[in-house]
């Protein structure tokens, strides 16, 4: 399936600024026709949400419109679609409430491979009422979590498993439907953080066997917020603090005060945007997404390709990024020199590539990097192979200077 880079380059304001962007994993540029739909809905009226009003019907639309979009990317329910500020609190919220059913001699299994917001929220929760953590931990050398590595953390005490779709600074894809299947077969709810994962891949909440999903549409072309998927039913038997004036009705139960609209109306313009990817395919938005993911996957995989055929070109690099199925992400370091100072050079020649840890803190130091990490290339549906290509020219450049002077 033929992907078009420059058609959709030429619809992100953002790159016209003439860097050639590998900052995606923290977050992607934003394409014109969400801008459009932010600008839109803030410039119509707007209340709070009912059917009486203009202002209170657009507000309606936005929200249910915004749910059902979220709902087809993630091959979820609607009425299962939860909005919040972040994943981050979203992860904070949902903890929260499961531990008020957790007590001492109840565990809690985390991975050394995760996002710290899919670490610290579940650490916090559990210590909180007495519950117990234990870690999953992923081989450094290969950058592999495995079933192996969950199953020998998983007991009959077992209540939630927290792990990474795709892990945020190397890449690696665990295989989510088996370890699913483990969690399931222990009794246990599995949490999955798709944030990376949703930017690179078709989700699917069913086949991935998740109780609970979470993304940020900021990560796939969308504004800043979180999402958060999970069957209505599961969310039915859960009880958040929230307001006592405030709906007790599911999703609505978990999203504390106003909704913030025009954001929603940017994540279902983000989502149709990606749909659009694919624009020989014709068929239901979800059929249309599915297509369009396997052209990004194809395009995307051939300019990591194109990457590691000229880093492993340039030597005195090692990549971090090793695990048989991965996103576009690389994570280097490069011979004795700073990642940090690295990211500087490549900035001042238009190439934006940061450095750090980003949040896997834990992933970072099981790796030997510390608290520092490395040099983090990721990729997104507008990078080019002329990117790639100054990209590289750039990381010879740096490892030609002296390291006094670079």
Same mark, same amino acid.
Not at 256 to 270: D, F, K, M, V
């Given at each position: 399936?033929?992907?078009?880079?420059? =058609?959709?380059?030429?619809?992100?304001?953002?790159?016209?600024?003439?860097?050639?962007?590998?900052?995606?994993?923290?977050?992607?540029?934003?394409?014109?026709?969400?801008?459009?739909?932010?600008?839109?809905?803030?410039?119509?009226?707007?209340?709070?949400?009912?059917?009486?009003?203009?202002?209170?019907?657009?507000?309606?639309?936005?929200?249910?419109?915004?749910? @059902?979009?979220?709902?087809?990317?993630?091959?979820?329910?609607? /009425?299962?679609?939860?909005? #919040?500020?972040?994943?981050?609190?979203?992860?904070? !919220?949902?903890?929260?409430?499961?531990?008020?059913?957790?007590?001492?001699?109840?565990?809690?299994?985390?991975?050394?491979?995760?996002?710290?917001?899919?670490?610290?929220?579940?650490?916090?929760?559990?210590?909180?009422?007495?519950?117990?953590?234990?870690?999953?931990?992923?081989?450094?050398?290969?950058?592999?979590?495995?079933?192996?590595?969950?199953?020998?953390?998983?007991?009959?005490?077992?209540?939630?498993?927290?792990?990474?779709?795709?892990?945020?600074?190397?890449?690696?894809?665990?295989?989510?439907?088996?370890?699913?299947?483990?969690?399931?077969?222990? #009794?246990?709810?599995?949490?999955?953080?798709?944030?990376?994962?949703?930017?690179?891949?078709?989700?699917?909440?069913?086949?991935?066997?998740?109780?609970?999903?979470?993304?940020?549409?900021?990560?796939?072309?969308?504004?800043?917020?979180?999402?958060?998927?999970?069957?209505?039913?599961?969310?039915?038997?859960?009880?958040? !603090?929230?307001?006592?004036?405030?709906?007790?009705?599911?999703?609505?139960?978990?999203?504390?005060?106003?909704?913030?609209?025009?954001?929603?109306?940017?994540?279902?313009?983000?989502? !149709?945007?990606?749909?659009?990817?694919?624009?020989?395919?014709?068929?239901? /938005? /979800?059929?249309?997404?599915?297509?369009?993911?396997?052209?990004?996957?194809?395009?995307?995989?051939?300019?990591?390709? @194109?990457?590691?055929?000229?880093?492993?070109?340039?030597? *005195?690099?090692?990549?971090?990024?090793?695990?048989?199925?991965?996103?576009?992400?690389?994570?280097?370091?490069?011979?004795?020199?700073?990642?940090?100072?690295?990211?500087?050079?490549?900035? +001042? /020649?238009?190439?934006? =590539?940061?450095?750090?840890?980003?949040?896997?803190?834990?992933? *970072?130091?099981?790796? #030997?990097?510390?608290?520092? +990490?490395?040099?983090?290339?990721?990729?997104?549906?507008?990078?080019?192979?002329?990117?790639?290509?100054?990209?590289?020219?750039?990381?010879?450049?740096?490892?030609?200077?002296?390291?006094?002077?670079?």
């Amino acid at each position: 399936m033929s992907f078009d880079v420059d =058609a959709v380059r030429a619809q992100f304001p953002a790159l016209k600024s003439g860097s050639a962007r590998f900052d995606a994993p923290g977050g992607t540029q934003t394409p014109q026709p969400v801008i459009d739909a932010i600008a839109d809905t803030l410039a119509n009226p707007l209340a709070n949400r009912g059917l009486t009003t203009e202002g209170e019907r657009n507000a309606e639309a936005v929200v249910t419109g915004a749910r @059902r979009a979220l709902a087809d990317l993630l091959g979820a329910d609607p /009425r299962g679609i939860v909005f #919040g500020r972040s994943s981050t609190q979203l992860a904070y !919220d949902l903890s929260r409430t499961l531990a008020k059913n957790w007590g001492p001699g109840d565990e809690v299994v985390v991975s050394r491979l995760d996002h710290d917001s899919n670490i610290r929220p579940w650490i916090q929760a559990a210590e909180t009422v007495g519950a117990t953590v234990r870690w999953a931990d992923f081989n450094p050398a290969t950058g592999e979590l495995t079933t192996d590595d969950i199953s020998q953390v998983l007991s009959a005490r077992t209540r939630l498993v927290a792990v990474t779709a795709a892990s945020n600074l190397i890449g690696t894809r665990p295989d989510i439907p088996a370890i699913a299947d483990l969690v399931h077969r222990a #009794g246990a709810l599995l949490h999955v953080d798709a944030v990376h994962y949703a930017s690179h891949a078709a989700v699917d909440l069913p086949g991935l066997g998740a109780d609970f999903l979470v993304c940020s549409p900021y990560k796939f072309l969308g504004p800043h917020l979180g999402v958060l998927a999970s069957r209505p039913e599961l969310l039915e038997t859960l009880r958040p !603090d929230k307001l006592l004036p405030s709906t007790d009705v599911v999703p609505e139960r978990f999203e504390l005060g106003t909704l913030p609209y025009e954001l929603l109306a940017g994540a279902r313009a983000a989502v !149709d945007f990606l749909a659009e990817l694919a624009p020989s395919t014709d068929g239901t /938005r /979800r059929e249309r997404l599915l297509a369009a993911f396997e052209a990004i996957e194809t395009h995307e995989d051939a300019l990591r390709a @194109r990457i590691e055929q000229g880093l492993a070109a340039l030597g *005195s690099v090692t990549v971090h990024s090793r695990a048989a199925h991965r996103t576009p992400t690389l994570l280097l370091t490069l011979a004795d020199r700073n990642a940090a100072v690295a990211s500087r050079y490549l900035a +001042g /020649r238009g190439v934006d =590539a940061p450095a750090g840890s980003f949040y896997a803190l834990e992933a *970072s130091r099981r790796l #030997g990097l510390g608290d520092e +990490g490395g040099l983090r290339i990721g990729l997104a549906p507008y990078n080019s192979a002329e990117d790639v290509d100054r990209l590289l020219d750039a990381l010879s450049g740096f490892l030609g200077t002296s390291p006094a002077t670079g």
